[in-house]
């Protein structure tokens, strides 16, 4: 624990002018970040007494190590800076919205030749048209089903769109008229575009003239006695409205507002959205998060418009923006906010009227859903602390191991043999921090030399890191560059080492931590016949109860590590089967490759061929021709490749390729050979 004096900047240092400001830890890791009006008067906020300061707040100054900040312009560019580095370092002490889940959207996508109407989840896309997002799937496709009576635009996929381009039959939408078939040519590109544009228009809340418009076609179509006609404008009117009612209307000016309201208690809050368009709520949304920092609920909006806004332009930000309570000053954000929109925006409080009746609607939801998430979430973060509470005491650790690290070796017969490292933070997955290792100081099958290897690179490399940043020497640090932050692949090191595997490969790994001088950090082995947790030194392994938490975290642990070396053998071996003798001549690239595959039809034909055939491909001369044809003759021919559904020999006939009718490579062996696959 850091005393924050020891890095407090010099009386005078900090400038008085607006800026951004980053907080590092021991190991240069950005773990706050914030922006300020005047950097001199903030940040000596945080230089205060510890007393004085918020618990959270003296969390994150006595676990930093250095503060440093940059001067801007303005308060909107610093506005901006905070976002973009909030976004890139990810900073463990900031406020951090989580999406209960990938809502979906609505999406047109207007980049296509024939714009396709569909349902789309995740990052948005250029040149696509987005409405929501929307609480279920299911809803849009109600709503779409209903409007293609109207607008029968597109909804097929690619493949469908280019099987029936081909065989001159539409799909079934396109019979029964739901559809306007432009695969088949019923209806041209511009006629379809056009088609998806008033779809948008409809969507994007201009109803009314599409409905008046078709009011006037019936009954036109009634006097002049096309019943028939007038009967299908009929239904196509009855159907608009139907989508309209999924949408009932909130707002009687057809206002255009995202509406935004915060529940909130001293440890988390929950943040709903209403979208309303037109008048009427075309999408809702929520996140929860936990408040790491001391913070008022105008900040806690600044930071939800971040969120909600910062990936936004045009349209997408509505002109009214209604909150529970402004930001503290409110100038710059809503400044933000008209420069991503392009024109004005309004950042108010609703005060009453039916902007503030439905505000209130948006309150009752946030509440609701910062209950639901604190029963979710109460028994996960029990279960959790049970667990590495559990695992401690079993392995009588001094603490809690906050990050585990866990290792397994994969091979097929001794062949490619690789080892995956998979890392768990308070019992819970940290993708980015896992990494694979191939086996290099020997060859053939012996996990438990396998295990001392990685084990030793592992670590070999974490003490490499920490002298290479000055922890050894006087505390400077050269080993991360200021402009990006982040830490070394293994700058951190784990509380426990768990190997997949029983007493031979637990010793394997301390003998390679104990030739390394480290000893404060605890391995352990997990056994996968009778799920025995093996420790260094003991006879005897340590034998949970099936019904632990902390036996069950260990397992999780183990088979994340399995199946992430799993993956990585088989991308090798898969490589290793799609090998081709042409790679061992120098000087062939791929393009040269592929035409002398195209001529001869397979490295078999060409390995049969002579010198002037191989040079009657275009750009191979004569030498290249004699090298192709010695490598070719130098390396033995592979075995046949057999397809194990049917017992058939597979000819050579892709370069190199060996491999079943799927195009997937053919494995041979039992399945107890087959070490660990998965189904």
Excluded at 111 to 122: I, K
Aim: charged fraction near 30%; aromatic fraction near 6%; charge should be negative.
């Amino acid at each position: 624990m850091a005393d924050p004096s020891s890095y407090r900047p010099k009386p005078g240092q900090i400038p008085d002018s607006p800026g951004v400001y980053r907080f590092r830890d021991e190991h240069r890791r950005v773990i706050y970040v914030g922006k300020a009006k005047s950097l001199r008067q903030r940040l000596a906020n945080y230089f205060q007494d510890l007393a004085g300061l918020h618990p959270r707040t003296r969390t994150m100054v006595t676990t930093a190590a250095s503060v440093e900040w940059t001067v801007v312009s303005t308060e909107v560019e610093a506005l901006q800076l905070e976002y973009s580095w909030i976004k890139e370092y990810d900073p463990r002490f900031n406020v951090k919205y989580r999406d209960d889940k990938s809502y979906p959207y609505l999406a047109v996508t207007m980049s296509e030749e024939f714009p396709r109407v569909q349902v789309m989840r995740g990052h948005k896309k250029k040149g696509v048209r987005y409405f929501g997002p929307y609480a279920h799937a299911w809803a849009i496709r109600d709503t779409v089903d209903l409007l293609l009576r109207v607008f029968p635009v597109r909804t097929c996929s690619a493949g469908v769109f280019k099987n029936a381009a081909r065989t001159g039959r539409p799909c079934l939408l396109g019979y029964i008229e739901k559809c306007s078939a432009p695969c088949v040519g019923r209806i041209s590109a511009e006629d379809h575009r056009e088609l998806a544009d008033e779809f948008c228009d409809f969507m994007a809340g201009r109803t009314g003239t599409y409905l008046r418009r078709l009011e006037k076609q019936m009954m036109a179509a009634a006097d002049e006695m096309e019943y028939e006609r007038a009967a299908r404008l009929r239904d196509d009117i009855e159907a608009l409205k139907k989508a309209m009612e999924k949408n009932a209307v909130v707002l009687a000016d057809a206002t255009d507002a995202d509406l935004i309201a915060v529940a909130e208690d001293e440890l988390e809050a929950a943040v709903q959205i209403f979208h309303v368009r037109g008048g009427r709520v075309r999408g809702q949304r929520g996140w929860v998060t936990d408040k790491v920092e001391e913070i008022t609920t105008g900040a806690l909006v600044e930071h939800a418009l971040q969120q909600l806004y910062g990936e936004e332009s045009g349209d997408a930000v509505p002109k009214e923006v209604l909150v529970p309570a402004l930001p503290e000053p409110p100038e710059p954000v809503q400044e933000w906010l008209t420069e991503r929109r392009g024109s004005g925006v309004s950042l108010r409080i609703p005060q009453r009227g039916d902007k503030r009746a439905l505000m209130e609607t948006v309150e009752r939801n946030a509440k609701q859903a910062l209950a639901l998430h604190k029963t979710k979430r109460a028994s996960d973060l029990t279960t959790r602390s049970r667990a590495l509470e559990e695992i401690a005491e079993a392995l009588d650790l001094d603490s809690a191991p906050l990050r585990v690290e866990c290792y397994d070796i994969s091979h097929l017969q001794g062949d490619d043999v690789v080892a995956s490292m998979v890392v768990f933070e308070d019992g819970l997955q940290r993708k980015s921090e896992y990494r694979r290792f191939q086996i290099k100081g020997f060859a053939g099958q012996d996990d438990v030399r396998s295990m001392h290897e990685v084990i030793t690179r592992r670590f070999r490399r974490y003490l490499a890191e920490k002298e290479r940043t000055g922890e050894w020497a006087d505390g400077e640090d050269n080993g991360l560059t200021e402009e990006d932050g982040r830490p070394k692949k293994f700058a951190y090191p784990p509380q426990l080492v768990v190997v997949d595997g029983g007493r031979p490969q637990v010793a394997a790994a301390q003998r390679a931590l104990d030739e390394l001088g480290i000893d404060d950090i605890a391995v352990c082995g997990l056994a996968k016949r009778l799920e025995e947790v093996w420790v260094p030194g003991e006879d005897d392994p340590v034998v949970l109860p099936r019904t632990s938490e902390g036996l069950y975290l260990l397992q999780r642990v183990r088979d994340e590590a399995h199946r992430f070396a799993i993956s990585y053998q088989r991308t090798k071996r898969a490589k290793r089967f799609r090998a081709s003798p042409l790679d061992d001549v120098s000087g062939l690239g791929e393009t040269r490759k592929q035409a002398l595959i195209k001529h001869f039809g397979s490295v078999k034909k060409l390995r049969a061929a002579t010198i002037d055939q191989i040079q009657e491909v275009p750009g191979i001369g004569r030498k290249t021709a004699e090298t192709i044809a010695v490598a070719l003759a130098e390396a033995a021919p592979a075995a046949p490749a057999v397809n194990t559904a049917t017992g058939e020999i597979i000819e050579d006939e892709e370069p190199g390729t060996t491999a079943g009718d799927s195009g997937e490579p053919v494995i041979a062996g039992t399945p107890d050979e087959r070490r660990g696959q998965e189904p």
